[in-house]
């Protein structure tokens, strides 16, 4: 059974500098804070499931605080396509530098940025305070909480993960555990009686329930949502240049 998003945009700050990327629900991604782990999930079933690091502050959305937020995000940009693994980003871009996992005496960001949005007014300064899933050279610390704000993970497999979410993907950050499912199965399409394997599903409509780790609280389209967000950034935008004039 397909239902509708458990997701209610009452608040997206995202100025109209930058542009929406459309919501795509081909994957689904889910951020366990009490594992320490992300989990993969494709076609009503898991893919793989990753070590992470979240904020050693503890959880939350306000400014100044380095927290990590929770609730429903997307994947708003993608940065780093074909960098090397290991390669060293300074305020997003590429320093030529590339450092081995564990490299001593340095933290920076590495290997790719998944630069996600807030969906819900409990993290909608995610992508103006730079809440990213990205690489670290800390991988001994990856496992526990070891961050700054973002979701820290090894050069490698976030290069893999890089690779397999797309533009607009959701993502889910969770206190609890990691709910429990199979793997993901591979859907196959027949083309004049062929079948034809590892051919790309295209996006249903709805999450599926059994993607959520909590149920429903109301029924929103995509459509819905994404009129709603943008409603909700106007209204933002209005009331900062209010507060400008006063």
């Known amino acids: 059974m397909f239902r509708a998003m458990a997701v209610i945009l009452s608040l997206i700050s995202i100025t109209s500098a930058y542009a929406v990327a459309p919501l795509d629900t081909s ?4 951020i366990s804070v009490r594992d320490q782990k992300l989990m993969l999930v ?12 979240t904020s050693m502050f503890g959880l939350g959305d306000a400014w100044g605080r380095m927290t990590t937020p929770l609730g ?17 980003f300074h305020k997003r871009r590429l320093t030529g530098e590339v450092l081995q996992a ?16 807030g969906l819900e007014a409990q993290n909608a300064h995610s ?3 730079g809440i990213y899933i990205h690489g670290t050279p800390q991988e001994k610390m990856i496992g526990r909480p070891a961050s700054y704000g973002c979701i820290r993970m090894k050069s490698k497999d976030v290069a893999n993960l890089y690779e397999q979410v797309p533009l607009g993907a959701v993502v889910q950050i969770i206190p609890d555990r990691l709910p429990k499912m199979g793997k993901a199965k591979l859907r196959q399409e027949t083309n004049n009686g062929v079948i034809a ?10 999450i599926s329930a059994a993607m959520l780790a909590r149920p429903p ?5 995509v459509e819905q949502m994404r009129m709603a967000g943008a ?3 106007e209204r933002q935008k209005a009331k900062l240049a209010s507060n400008k004039r006063l």
């Not at 494709?42 to 690091?53: E, F, T």
């Not at 429903?72 to 060293?88: C, S, W």
């Not at 564990?102 to 949005?117: F, M, S, V, Y």
């Not at 609280?217 to 389209?221: D, E, H, K």
């Open 72 to 88: 429903y995000l997307a994947v708003e940009k993608k940065i780093g396509d074909n960098a090397p693994v290991g390669a060293v």
């Open 231 to 233: 409603l909700a950034g």
């Open 217 to 221: 609280s109301s029924a929103l389209t």
């Open 127 to 129: 992508f103006q305070r």
């Open 42 to 53: 494709r076609n009503d079933g898991k893919v793989a499931i990753y070590p992470v690091s």
């Open 27 to 30: 994957s689904q991604l889910i």
């Open 197 to 206: 394997a590892n051919v790309t599903p295209q996006p249903p409509a709805q």
């Open 102 to 117: 564990n490299a001593p005496g340095r933290d920076p960001i590495t290997t790719r940025i998944i630069w996600l949005r």
